[in-house]
């Protein structure tokens, strides 16, 4: 069996920290209750908003770079077999070594067999999406390996025993108070003295980690781009945390999903332009590092790279969301979300939280897995994201689709209608023919009743009560247009139904009132 | 089937509606047209906002403008590669403030640490985004050296800056290891507020040699 074409083969989906364990309007109900949770992240993201939109406008050719890089990574997609093996070639020619991953687990498994090779019990991370995405930490800590992230807010995070929340600044959630708790509490030998200025929380995680970086053995990394003609990866970085991992151990691990790829190295000049702006609303990161291989006498000599399926091909099966896969991570997207904005990214459960993790998540996972396909209907569908993303992923068009393929995916599996079902089926028959819906108008005055003296339906029974959680409905007008129309022509002596009945059919203020 | 086998599999299955890839229309700018010293000036501006010194001397005083910065070092590194004429008026306090590194006898991590500055040559600079490009050429040495002392001082000629990005990318070969530096480390993990000076080098001085 070397070959399925022109045979549907089954998907494979991903597996490790993808799922949103409980349904997203539950999480973010819970998460919405914490004030002090909101103030930082409205704070947080309003401040990189601005930041984004002023190194933004700076371009002038801004849209061009975005309609390269979206072209660049669908063809990326189109490509993709033939630029991995290419990436493979250069890559193992220049002393690398590549393994490949179906899922999380065989992931995990290979990074601990090249760190047990080492005969090193501790690893230095760079923050990395991937090795979070396959829960790498946990696993190593299982085999007696310990992982350092090095990463700043990653290191808030693990320090704290809390789970990341954004893709870029993982304890964004966090003010600087809390931050100095946190050291206090969980890093040895903190200064007891030491205060929330963030130079001064800085300097105590150089304090914390120097020692770590200097004597660090095996390094465990992801990559912002591979590029195939070339061979070479590359890490996008500020702190020099990833420059330390990435130069002074014997050994380097990178894990990265396949779809990291780009074709050539001038491919990068797009990407370089559209990633710092788009993520830290700067002109350039401090640090981007480069390495094809291994080069003799600077760096790791001992090079690997774990190549990570887990889903992606499941989600390049989906011919709407396969551009879901552009990604590069930039997390403007949740910057702009009204939603994330206000839930925060723990509500998604999964590694990928806001806009982007909305699709991405159930893509990878498939749209049954757990609550997965509630978060789709985590958006306002306001497409602040799309317009944000720089690669013009097409959001909300996805999360729509993703919503369709969750309905359809239910269709049949249950012998009762549910309450979606008989309201469909009503909505289609009423919507059929005007006389359908003519009939259903008679209805109205009943809706009046039940608004009662203050004109308002404060509660609306079944599924429709999502709708009054948090707002009243006006009571329906005494009569429908139609009614109107056919009783107004009438007493004018047009015919009714025609919509040319002259100046009489101006509706009297009053009429005029009881249609809104 | 092995895992590779397998992932190509899986992806040439999902491509089974054989996608088009699409021509790239590259209508961004390819060079910025900007002269000598506009693109000295914007460097600098650059370079400043990221809180990195920078000086613009002639070519000829860059010796005595390395001299004052190491002033207050009691060590410094160099590369192997490093034009000898720089460090003409750096040996006052001693020659043996200066380390050399080379790949024959390179310093150990723990002696690195111990240093308090390296002075490095640069491959290209990018005045637009105010980013220097060190390929590890041998004036600019092996990456480690540029990266553990706590003071970098880096000379880039003004003949190697570049406008843009895409015209400096032009210039290097991207299979050497390469370090983009565009001033000191900084990290924007708390409240999003930028913070300078984190693992990397804490203060970057920019000599500007015309």
Same mark, same amino acid.
Not at chain 1, 166 to 175: D, E, G, R
Not at chain 1, 186 to 197: F, R
Not at chain 2, 198 to 202: A, K
């Given at each position: 069996m070397t070959t399925f074409l022109g045979m549907p083969a089954l998907p494979a989906f991903g597996s490790g920290n993808?799922?949103? =364990? *409980?349904?997203f309007p539950k999480a973010a109900h819970r998460e919405l209750g914490n004030a002090q949770l909101r103030a930082n992240l409205g704070h947080a993201t309003h401040t990189i908003r601005d930041k984004r939109q002023a190194v933004v406008s700076e371009l002038p050719d801004w849209e061009q770079l975005r309609d390269a890089g979206s072209a660049i990574k669908e063809s990326v997609m189109a490509r993709l077999p033939e630029l991995l093996e290419e990436f493979e070639a250069n890559f193992t020619a220049r002393g690398g070594v590549i393994h490949w991953a179906r899922d999380a687990r065989e992931a995990n498994e290979i990074v601990a067999g090249l760190v047990r090779e080492t005969g090193e019990t501790e690893v230095v991370k760079v923050k990395s999406m991937a090795t979070q995405e396959i829960g790498l930490n946990e696993y190593l800590e299982e085999q007696g390996i310990e992982a350092f992230e090095t990463d700043l807010a990653e290191l808030i995070v693990q320090l704290d025993h809390d789970k990341p929340?954004?893709?870029?600044?993982?304890?964004?959630?966090?003010?600087r108070t809390e931050i100095r708790d946190i050291f206090l509490r969980?890093?040895? =030998?903190? +200064?007891?003295?030491?205060?929330?200025?963030p130079p001064v929380l800085a300097m105590a995680a150089r304090e914390h980690l120097r020692r770590k970086f200097l004597t660090a053995k095996v390094a465990v990394s992801g990559a912002n781009f591979a590029l195939a003609d070339s061979g070479t990866l590359a890490v996008v970085e500020s702190e020099g945390n990833g420059r330390m991992c990435l130069t002074l151990p014997e050994t380097l691990i990178t894990v990265m999903g396949i *779809?990291?790829?780009?074709?050539?190295?001038? +491919?990068l000049e797009v990407f370089m332009q559209l990633l710092p702006r788009s993520s830290?609303?700067?002109?350039?990161?401090p640090y981007t590092s480069l390495w094809t291989g291994v080069t003799e006498g600077d760096g790791p000599q001992n090079v690997h790279l774990v190549l990570l399926d887990n889903g992606r091909s499941a989600a390049l099966a989906d011919e709407m969301g396969r551009?879901?896969?552009?990604?590069?991570?930039?997390s403007a997207c949740m910057n702009v979300c009204p939603v994330y904005e206000r839930?925060?990214?723990?509500?998604?459960?999964?590694t990928y939280p806001g806009p982007i993790g909305a699709i991405l998540s159930p893509l990878l996972t498939g749209?049954?897995? *757990? *609550?997965?396909?509630?978060?789709?209907?985590?958006?306002?569908?306001?497409g602040a994201c799309y317009d944000a993303c720089p690669v013009k992923i097409n959001i909300p068009d996805i999360l729509v689709h993703l919503r369709s393929v969750d309905v359809d995916s239910k269709?049949?599996?249950?012998?009762v209608p549910s309450q979606m079902d008989l309201g469909m089926k009503a909505a289609s028959w009423a919507l059929s023919s005007g006389r359908n819906l003519g009939l259903v108008e008679k209805g109205l005055p009943l809706g009046r009743l039940a608004a009662g003296r203050d004109k308002k339906i404060k509660k609306l029974p079944g599924i429709a009560g999502g709708w009054t959680q948090s707002r009243d409905i006006p009571a329906p007008p005494a009569q429908s247009f139609r009614d109107w129309w056919a009783k107004e022509h009438r007493d004018a002596g047009g015919?009714? =139904?025609?919509?040319? =009945?002259?100046?009489?059919?101006?509706?009297s203020p009053e009429t005029k009132e009881a249609q809104q | 089937m092995t895992a590779r086998e397998d992932i190509l599999t899986r992806i040439r299955a999902a491509l089974q509606d054989s996608p088009e890839a699409p021509q790239v229309p590259? !209508?961004?700018?390819?060079?910025?047209?900007?002269g000598a010293d506009e693109l000295i000036e914007l460097l600098v501006d650059r370079l400043v906002d990221y809180k990195a010194q920078v000086a613009v001397v002639p070519e000829s005083d860059v010796p005595a403008r390395i001299a004052s910065l190491l002033e207050g070092a009691k060590s410094f590194v160099v590369p !192997? &590669? /490093?034009? #000898? &004429?720089? /460090?003409a008026g750096a040996d006052? &306090? &001693? #020659?043996?403030?200066r380390r050399l590194d080379s790949p024959a006898e390179p310093l150990s991590v723990a002696e690195l640490d111990g240093i308090d500055a390296v002075v490095t040559g640069s491959a290209v600079a990018v005045a637009e985004t105010g980013t220097i490009i060190l390929d590890g050429s041998a004036n600019q040495g092996r990456r480690a050296i540029s990266l553990v002392p706590d003071h970098h001082i880096c000379v880039v000629k003004a #003949?190697?800056? #570049?406008?843009i990005l895409p015209e400096a990318l032009r210039r290097?070969?991207?299979?050497?290891p390469i370090t983009m530096i565009s001033g000191p480390s900084a990290t924007s993990?708390? !409240?999003l507020e930028r913070v300078e000076g984190?693992?990397?080098?804490?203060r970057l001085d920019v000599i500007i040699a015309r």
């Open positions: 993808l799922f949103a =364990g *409980e349904s929340s954004h893709i870029l600044v993982p304890a964004i959630h966090k003010n969980e890093m040895p =030998g903190a +200064d007891p003295a030491l205060t929330d200025d *779809e990291k790829l780009l074709p050539t190295w001038q +491919d830290t609303g700067e002109r350039m990161n551009s879901a896969l552009h990604c590069i991570r930039c839930t925060g990214g723990h509500a998604y459960g999964s749209i049954q897995a *757990e *609550e997965n396909n509630s978060l789709p209907y985590a958006s306002s569908l306001c269709r049949g599996t249950k012998k015919s009714p =139904g025609t919509p040319d =009945g002259g100046p009489s059919s101006t509706p | 590259r !209508e961004y700018r390819a060079a910025s047209g900007m !192997e &590669g /490093l034009d #000898a &004429g720089w /460090l006052g &306090g &001693g #020659a043996s403030r #003949a190697d800056i #570049a406008g290097i070969d991207g299979t050497r993990d708390i !409240e984190v693992h990397g080098p804490r």
